[in-house]
Every structure is written in C-alpha cells, then in structure tokens.
C-alpha cells in the first residue's frame, strides 16, 4: 500500500510486486485552492484529514483487498508540506499499528522516479530527469534505491516557473498545463534567455527567464503593445524545454546510462515528452521511458512503487517516523 498526501493530492494505491497497479486512487483538493491562486497549506492539510480514510477504504475496495493481504505500507514522509505530510504519516502509521503491517517511509522525489517501473523495468545506470512543482533535478542511479543530485535548480523550479507566469497572464492554477495547451496555439516569436550557467554545470535556474516573460509582459503594455499570450507561451516553453533537454542529454553522453526517465508533474508537458522523444529516438544505447499523464502527477502507486524496492532492501520504519519536509534523496 502507497499512502501520499505532500502537497495537494489525497492518494492511496494498492500495487502488487511494486510493479503492477491493482489500484490508484486520487482525490485532488485543485478546486479548493484555485481561488487563491496556489496551494494554501492550512486547507490542504483540512482536505487531507477528511479524505484519508475514503481514499484508503475505496483503494482497498478497488484493489479487492483486505489488510491481511498487505505486506507493507509506504507513505511519503518528505519532502513537502508539513501539516499535509503529517495526515498520511499518521495515516500510516495507525494502519501499521493495528494490524501490525510493516511500515515504510520513503522520498517522493524517489517516488515520481519509480512511477517509471511501473510501465517497465529499470536497467541501470540511468539518469531521471525530475521536474515538477517544487523540484527540478538530474538524478543518476546505479541500482535500485541509490539517488545522486548532479544538477538541480538554484532558483525556481520548472513547475513553479510555469505556474508564476500562467498567473501573470492571467491562467488558472496549476498554470502548467494552460501554458502547454497555449504553447501549441502560438509559435516562440519572442526572444527570451536561456541560463546555462557554467558551461560544466548540470543545476538549472529559471527565475531570470520568468522575470524576463513578466517584464516582456509590462513593456508590451507600457508601450500600449499587444502581446500575443500563445507566442509568449510559446516561447518561455521553448526556453525551458530547450535547457532541459540539452542538459539531460549532454549528462545521459557523460555518465553512459542505459536509460532516461522523465518524472514529475511537468512530464506531463506535451512540448517537453516530444523533444525528449525527438532527442533520444536516434540516439544508440540510451533507452527513454516516459510515463503516462496519470502517473506524472502526485499519486499512491508511484509512492508503494519506491517503497517495495525499500523494503525489499530491508528499509523498515518505526512508529517514531515523522514528517520530514526537507528530506533529503541522496540520505
Ligand atoms: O509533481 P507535481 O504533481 O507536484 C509536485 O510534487 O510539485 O507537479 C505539479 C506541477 C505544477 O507546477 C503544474 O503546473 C505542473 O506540474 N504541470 C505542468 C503540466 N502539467 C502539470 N507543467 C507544464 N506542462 C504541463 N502539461
Ligand atoms: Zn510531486
């Protein structure tokens, strides 16, 4: 059983071999902070407490299981919000205790890595690029359960780049998948940066090139200019993508990986799995999984995904286990 409640998601997921899916149960609190603009941590901490146990329940029912049949329970323990971290913990925890189920707590970084095996086995060494919205990273593995940062951003993540300009352009939350759906309307007329940094460096930045689409934005409207929203969608996706992918690659050349995965609710991004798929396709040796849209985004599956390979590592958990919100995936 995977449990994850780190940021907005209530989810719970049956999967059996940590491989195969027999249930996956979301319930998104979108709705909820739509309004305010992004995810508001006191009401995503309220939703989770009352949707926990629904989750679980219609997991169990859907999966056709009862807790006898459980061999492990793994919950996210970090990184994320605390108070929303605390309701699956403690989630967790109660359902290990009262029926005596070995518990796990695992990384869910770690875990949108591992929604990768559940479309196919890994073969290693392998770089994950993981891209979401509080994370953007280059993580290499030599085998199963073992993460090294060798690049991450200094600034923004990729999906909190996404989401700061949808809203200045006026999108709903998430903005992510607005601005993809723009970005194929329109075509990258405007010229926006693009941070390399040091020419040896695999960490990211995105905040100057977010700063450079609002300042666009203000210019255009000083000057009484209209700015096309697709072009300008267009041509930020453009900017992101274009350092990702060139980044990931340069890094899958150096450290020879069998396999690239993608990971992270920005793997849902259309412009971005068709680059990666355009790069890699002729590239020999280098085998590219992207998972599907369902399992880019937070959910349970990914989470009993990374926790039965930490269990079968002999990775166990005391009742003791607490939310971590700074956990660290190299620890
Ligand atoms: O992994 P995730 O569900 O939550 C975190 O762990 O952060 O990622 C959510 C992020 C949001 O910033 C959202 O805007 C972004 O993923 N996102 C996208 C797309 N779908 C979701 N960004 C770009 N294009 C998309 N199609
Ligand atoms: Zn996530």
Not at 39 to 47: D, G, L, N, Q, T
Not at 146 to 160: H, L, N, S, Y
Not at 216 to 243: C, K, M, W, Y
Not at 296 to 318: F, L, V
Request: glycine share 8%; aromatic share 6%.
């Amino acid at each position: 059983m995977g449990i994850e409640t780190s940021c907005d998601e209530t989810a719970v997921a049956i999967v059996r071999n940590g491989r195969e899916i027999l249930s996956n149960v979301v319930a998104s609190q979108i709705e909820s902070h739509k309004r305010f603009g992004g995810v508001v941590p006191e009401i995503a901490s309220r939703h989770h407490v009352e949707e926990i146990t629904i989750v679980l329940e219609e997991a169990m029912k859907q999966a056709n299981v009862t807790f006898e049949d459980i061999d492990a329970i793994a919950v996210t323990e970090g990184p994320g919000l605390v108070g929303a971290l605390l309701i699956g913990v403690n989630a967790a925890k109660a359902v290990a205790f009262a029926h005596n189920i070995p518990l796990v707590g695992v990384h869910h970084i770690a875990g949108h890595i591992y929604a990768n095996r559940l479309i196919e086995e890994l073969e290693f060494p392998l770089l994950s690029l993981v891209v979401s919205g509080g994370h953007t990273e280059l993580v290499y593995m030599e085998e199963h359960g073992t993460f090294q940062v060798i690049g991450e951003t200094r600034d923004d993540a990729a999906g909190e780049a996404y989401d700061k300009v949808a809203r200045t352009l006026n999108l709903p939350y998430p903005g992510g998948p607005h601005i993809d759906r723009l970005a194929h309307e329109g075509e990258p007329t405007i010229s926006l940066p693009r941070a390399w940094l040091e020419e040896d460096s695999y960490d990211f930045s995105f905040s100057g090139l977010k700063s450079a689409v609002i300042n666009t934005l203000h210019n255009a409207e000083q000057r009484g200019e209209i700015i096309e929203p697709e072009n300008l969608a267009a041509s930020f996706q453009a900017s992101v993508i274009d350092v990702l992918v060139t980044k990931t690659v340069k890094a899958a050349k150096e450290y020879k990986v069998k396999e690239v995965l993608l990971a992270g609710g920005v793997a849902a991004n259309k412009g971005l799995r068709y680059a990666l798929e355009n790069r890699f396709s002729d590239m020999e040796g280098v085998k590219l999984i992207i998972p599907p849209l369902s399992l880019c985004t937070d959910n349970a599956a990914m989470i009993a995904a990374i926790g039965s390979i930490m269990y079968e590592k002999g990775k166990r958990s005391t009742l003791a286990l607490n939310a971590n919100p700074g956990l660290d995936i190299e620890k």
